[in-house]
């Protein structure tokens, strides 16, 4: 699976970015996606989910309530919808992919494909 994740940029603290990847297998609904983020310095941190087919969502804490995870299959993408970011929400960006839902759908290494990361960076 070869994902590619776009969307990423600079904003300022309080607004708005969407993230979108999109994925070569279809149909995308199969596979189970999630969003990690990185910030300098630090590990790898989940930030959301959705599963493949019942398309149910997960969120890290620290995101919810400000973002939102969604699948478009006919657009074969799944777009992470972020509001009122704040600093700490600046890090590269990835999203990754299974093909069969992981009960620890928040460890990175559960996933078998990555796509390149987008930075994101909050101007506070």
């Known amino acids: 699976v070869q994902l590619l994740a776009s969307g990423g940029g600079l904003v300022q603290a309080g607004g708005s970015l969407r993230l979108s990847c999109a994925a070569s297998v279809r149909p995308i609904r199969a596979y189970s996606l999630a969003w990690f983020r990185q910030a300098l310095g630090k590990e790898r941190e989940f930030v959301s989910a959705?599963?493949?087919?019942?398309?149910?969502?997960y969120y890290a804490d620290s995101v919810k309530g400000r973002f939102t995870v969604s699948r478009d299959n006919a657009k074969n993408a799944v777009y992470l919808q972020m509001n009122s970011l704040n600093a700490e929400d600046t890090a590269v960006y990835y999203c990754?992919?299974?093909?069969?839902?992981?009960?620890?759908?928040?460890?990175?290494?559960?996933?078998?494909?990555w796509g390149q990361g987008t930075l994101v960076t909050v101007s506070s």
């Open positions: 959705i599963r493949g087919n019942s398309g149910m969502t």
């Open positions: 990754a992919a299974r093909q069969n839902w992981h009960v620890n759908y928040a460890v990175a290494t559960n996933y078998i494909s």
